[in-house]
């Protein structure tokens, strides 16, 4: 079974697709800056607060409920890396905060004259924070530049700025802006060859393919939540080794073990109790496809990505074979569909006649949902000199549909 044989199953459990806009149904292409969730999603928030909405550690009846919701999702979220030790899962506000707060820890590590690389493909929660701690070290910061003809990473830029003085290389899975999949397995291997740590910034890619830790190689990798059909919660996944040895910044009384050291505060219960949900939603669908209810969590998630992949994959072939054909439409990345490999389902354009915010304004009046600006990639906006209005991004996710392409194709045709 496929992902097109459940479409219209797929869709009925996402309540929010059922949106009339101006007498549109409204077409979700905004799903790179947080998809839409499903009513399993929902119903465990809600569960959360109406049964057992408790802080962590008690002894009576919803606490230890609550942390037993809990635990459950730091192993959910295990399963979903592909890792086997659930206290090395860590829980925050946002990827950004859970970054910025890991920088700093990490960057108490590095001495003048050291070195961290950043990538110009990246979101800026992957850049900035690491910037700043390089910064604060008196360390140097170096640079992965850009194929700017498809915006892929220039490796040979890479492997220039490598040396024994580097300590750090942070690089995202996939771009947010274009969808480019980076080489980070390459780059993680590369890196380890001088003694560098790598931290990976998977927010993008974990909608779309499978995230498999010990296959990327990297020490650490960030993602959130609210981008795989589940609520604004970031997660932190590091090494045991590293975790451990590693300074943290908080209070006084949490716990020097994992995963407490890391997870200041009062946590966003009920947001974890929603990622939960939307890892077994995932697993679910693997099991629905394969027919056999009896898969691990893992096993099903790992079925039910590759079939998401799959599908996004032929309906974002159709969207950039189509926008070709539009003479006032620039598509940013790769074009090549011998190139698929390489790239998720997301798209970037600019338009000749409309800029970027007019189009969006243009699109969303039709129930056509897409985001404009830089998307907080300005590494890559600004290299390739689009600020400071940015692009129009157009994502794809496994519930959107050949029939929404098609209108979104024959807008734009109109406005040509």
């Not at 009846?61 to 959910?76: G, K, W």
């Not at 074009?335 to 000749?352: F, G, K, Q």
């Not at 007019?358 to 390739?384: C, D, M, R």
Request: aromatic share 8%; glycine share 8%.
């Amino acid at each position: 079974m496929q992902i097109t044989d459940l479409i219209s199953d797929i869709r009925s459990q996402f309540p929010a697709l059922a949106r009339i806009i101006n007498g549109y149904p409204a077409a979700f292409f905004d799903g790179p800056g947080g998809t839409q969730v499903p009513q399993v999603v929902i119903d465990a928030v809600s569960d959360y607060y109406s049964r057992c909405n408790a802080n962590h550690g008690g002894v009576f009846a919803t606490s230890v409920e609550s942390d037993a919701i809990l635990d459950e999702a730091h192993r959910a979220v295990t399963d979903f890396l592909g890792v086997d030790d659930p206290d090395t899962v860590m829980f925050g506000a946002n990827m950004t905060s859970l970054t910025f707060a890991f920088s700093r820890a990490l960057s108490r590590t590095w001495r003048r004259g050291d070195e961290v690389i950043v990538s110009r493909l990246d979101h800026d929660a992957n850049y900035t924070p690491w910037v700043m701690a390089a910064q604060d070290a008196g360390a140097t910061v170096r640079h992965i530049d850009l194929h700017r003809e498809d915006c892929t990473l220039d490796l040979d830029t890479f492997r220039e700025a490598l040396s024994e003085r580097t300590k750090l290389v942070a690089v995202g899975c996939a771009s947010n802006a274009v969808g480019i999949i980076n080489p980070v397995k390459e780059i993680c291997r590369l890196s380890h060859e001088v003694g560098a740590l790598t931290f990976l910034d998977a927010v993008h890619y974990a909608p779309h393919a499978l995230i498999d830790v010990d296959d990327f190689g990297c020490d650490f990798l960030a993602c959130s939540a609210y981008k795989f059909f589940g609520p604004h919660v970031g997660i932190l996944w590091g090494k045991r080794d590293q975790l451990e040895s590693l300074p943290a910044y908080k209070v006084r009384p949490a716990p020097n073990s994992l995963p407490g050291k890391w997870m200041t505060g009062t946590q966003n219960h009920e947001g974890i109790a929603g990622t939960l949900a939307a890892v077994d939603y995932l697993s679910g669908l693997g099991r629905t496809l394969s027919g056999n209810s009896n898969l691990t969590r893992r096993e099903a998630l790992a079925l039910s990505m590759n079939a998401i992949q799959q599908y996004e994959s032929d309906l974002i072939w159709k969207l950039i074979d189509a926008l070709q054909n539009i003479p006032s439409v620039r598509i940013f990345g790769i074009t090549d569909s011998t190139r698929t490999a390489e790239r998720l389902p997301t798209v970037s354009i600019t338009h000749a006649k409309l800029s970027p915010e007019s189009l969006a304004v243009q699109l969303g009046a039709k129930g056509i949902f897409v985001w404009h600006g830089n998307f907080y990639a300005q590494p890559l906006t600004e290299a390739l000199g689009l600020e400071p209005d940015g692009m129009v991004r157009i994502g794809l996710a496994h519930y959107n549909t050949t029939m929404e392409v098609g209108r979104l194709i024959e807008t734009l045709q109109k406005l040509d």
